[in-house]
């Protein structure tokens, strides 16, 4: 009697087990096959890099000759590092360097303070207006910069400022072949304001409260909760605002006469001029790929999960 009860049990709850188990292999296959897609993806979107780091260590002659061949992502041949000392003899890229690092270092350190603050400002406070005031903000992000290139570069010339002449402060106007020409214009940020109040706008306004009620001011709210909850946000905003502010080049060609004063993109026009040397091209892109690929790096999980929270797609 006991037998045929367990037999019972066992085959009643085969069903089941079965089921389960072929969801689970069902779940199984389907993570594989999004790995599988995944490394494809990875790898395809990988060939550039390895062109350009693969092609700086060969001779000119060599990166054309294996060009429609395997060999054009495998160091082979004639490897060394002889292009990359030709960059370094060719322009002054240590300066280049420098400039776009300070440029890029104070553009996304004013920017976060400002676009947040703004931000903070248009989801947590209520004013009248700012609905009005969000719309504009976002209305901007359909302007082209090249439409306004022009008329800003009349416009930071009019500016006033101080020059250092012999030792002594002189008051004067024009801020052409400055750092800050390269730097102010581009603090504000429309889109950066945009994604801080959307997720500012998913943070408890009981917190706004329950500090209100012991005495926080504003500021204080915005510093001790907001900043601290935010931190995604944060890393997203200064992976979208270090990007452009280092790949900066028609503006920094407008208003940057002064060789010691250029970026690293406006360094390139070093290698077109007369005959163009490709293997030292693909050396200086490397070594201005680099500082990207790094902070892209370090980022990268908290730039996803702030995309996923704030619920903006690109």
Same mark, same amino acid.
């Given at each position: 009697?006991?037998s045929t009860?367990?037999?019972?049990?066992a085959s009643?709850?085969?069903?089941?087990s079965?089921? #389960?188990?072929t969801?689970?292999?069902? #779940?199984?296959?389907?993570?594989? @096959?999004?790995y599988?897609?995944?490394?494809?993806?990875a790898?395809?979107?990988?060939f =550039?890099?390895v062109f350009? *780091?693969v092609? +700086?260590?060969?001779?000119?002659?060599?990166?054309?000759?294996?060009?429609?061949s =395997?060999?054009? *992502?495998? =160091?082979?041949?004639d490897?060394?590092?002889?292009?990359?000392f030709?960059v370094?003899?060719?322009?002054?890229?240590a300066q280049?360097? *420098?400039n +776009?690092v300070?440029v890029t270092v104070?553009t996304? !350190?004013l !920017?976060l303070?400002?676009?947040?603050?703004?931000?903070f400002?248009l989801?947590r406070?209520?004013w009248k207006?700012?609905t009005?005031?969000?719309?504009?903000?976002?209305?901007?992000l359909?302007?082209?910069?090249?439409?306004?290139a022009?008329p800003m570069?009349y416009?930071?010339?009019?500016?006033p400022?101080?020059v250092?002449?012999?030792g002594?402060?002189?008051?004067d106007f024009?801020w052409?072949?400055?750092?800050?020409?390269?730097?102010? =214009? *581009?603090? &504000?940020? &429309?889109f950066?304001?945009?994604?801080f &109040?959307q997720y @500012?706008?998913?943070i408890?306004? +009981?917190?706004?409260?329950a500090?209100?009620?012991?005495g926080?001011?504003w500021? !204080?709210?915005y510093?001790?909760?907001?900043?601290?909850l935010s !931190?995604?946000? @944060?890393?997203t905003?200064?992976?979208?605002? @270090?990007?452009?502010a280092?790949n900066?080049?028609l503006?920094?060609?407008?208003?940057?006469?002064?060789?010691?004063?250029?970026p690293?993109m406006?360094?390139?026009?070093?290698f077109?001029?007369l005959?163009t040397a490709?293997?030292?091209?693909?050396?200086?892109?490397s070594?201005?790929?680099?500082?990207?690929l790094?902070v892209?790096?370090?980022?990268?999980?908290a730039?996803?999960?702030?995309?996923?929270? +704030?619920?903006?797609?690109g």
């Open positions: 009697m006991t009860l367990e037999r019972a049990a009643s709850s085969a069903p089941g079965s089921n #389960r188990r969801a689970s292999s069902q #779940r199984r296959r389907g993570r594989a @096959f999004t599988v897609v995944m490394s494809l993806l790898v395809l979107f990988l =550039p890099l350009m *780091f092609s +700086s260590l060969k001779p000119d002659a060599q990166i054309l000759q294996d060009i429609d =395997p060999s054009a *992502f495998l =160091p082979v041949g490897i060394s590092l002889d292009n990359y030709g370094f003899e060719r322009v002054p890229v280049f360097l *420098f +776009s300070l104070l996304v !350190g !920017g303070v400002v676009n947040s603050m703004a931000g400002a989801s406070l209520r207006g700012r009005v005031v969000l719309a504009l903000v976002v209305a901007t359909i302007v082209p910069f090249e439409t306004i022009v570069v416009w930071v010339n009019q500016l400022t101080l250092l002449e012999g002594v402060l002189k008051y024009g052409l072949n400055t750092y800050q020409v390269q730097i102010v =214009p *581009f603090v &504000a940020n &429309a950066s304001i945009f994604l &109040a @500012f706008s998913t408890p306004k +009981s917190l706004d409260e500090a209100r009620i012991d926080a001011s500021f !204080g709210i510093r001790r909760i907001i900043v601290p !931190g995604p946000a @944060f890393a905003v200064a992976i979208l605002t @270090f990007l452009p280092w900066q080049y503006w920094p060609l407008m208003v940057v006469q002064k060789e010691e004063l250029r690293v406006v360094g390139m026009q070093y077109f001029q005959n490709w293997g030292e091209v693909m050396a200086y892109t070594l201005i790929t680099l500082p990207v790094i892209f790096l370090i980022f990268q999980r730039f996803v999960s702030s995309i996923a929270a +704030s619920g903006v797609k």
